[in-house]
């Protein structure tokens, strides 16, 4: 299992799942729900489509998708961190949701759904933390229909400039002691930053997704460029 190339992203994740969603919110500013919203916009679903969510993490994505394009669709939400996947089960719960979205623990490398079942798959600052890339794309693929959607949100690097600047302090300095006293786990909130600067630039990982077999691949920066939404398919077969 390919997981097993970061071993600690699992428990640092089960780790911080209780204070996850309140320090999104206040370490982006509340931006993090905005660009969300992005994605499910993305998605191009059919009515009654089926959406597939990777690293779901507490399903903020899913519940999102089922708010916005309806009751119809159905998400099935895929996370290795089992106290992640505690607190989505309870916040589903709470937004009666439970018909409309399934939960499985599962690892991104060997997703437990079947072949070419969704007709979109997303996956929100999960990528990040998958070192082999590539791999997990193709994985992404085979479970999408043909002409299926891909969308990936992930945090990256704004352009060089002012912006830049600030945000490198922010991220370096400001992001770990905020994230720390919050989670009582520093280190949790100085490996998102490390990650982030080490994540491919928008060109790189779109050529990534080209080489993982997606067509018709852009992407869209959001916020300067703090967050960037990528966006594929997968080729229809004639
Ligand atoms: C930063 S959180 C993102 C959660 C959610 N998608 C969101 O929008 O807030 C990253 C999630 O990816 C999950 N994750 C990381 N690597 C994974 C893997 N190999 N397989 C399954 N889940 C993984 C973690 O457990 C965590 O819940």
Redesign the pocket.
Known sequence: ???SE?PF??S???HI?PH??LL?RILSLRQ?VMW?RKLVSALDLPPDGRLL?????????GIEAVRTLGSEIRVTG????RR??AQARRKIAQAGLSEQIQLIA????DLPVAAEGFDAL?????I???QDRVA?LVSFRRRLKPGGVLTV?ELTTPPPGILHRLYLLYFRRLLPRIGGVFSQNRAAYTY?PDSVLKFPRPLEFARMMRRAGYARVTWLPLSMGIATLFKGRTPVRL
Do not use: E, H, K
Request: proline share 0%; with cysteine; glycine share 6%.
């Open positions: 299992m390919r997981s970061l992203v699992q640092m994740f089960d799942a996850y969603d999104n993090d969300r969510d990777v690293a779901c993490g507490t399903c903020d994505v895929v996370d290795f961190s992640m996947l599962g690892d991104a490398f997303s996956i929100a600052f999960g990040r933390n998958l997990a949100l998102l």
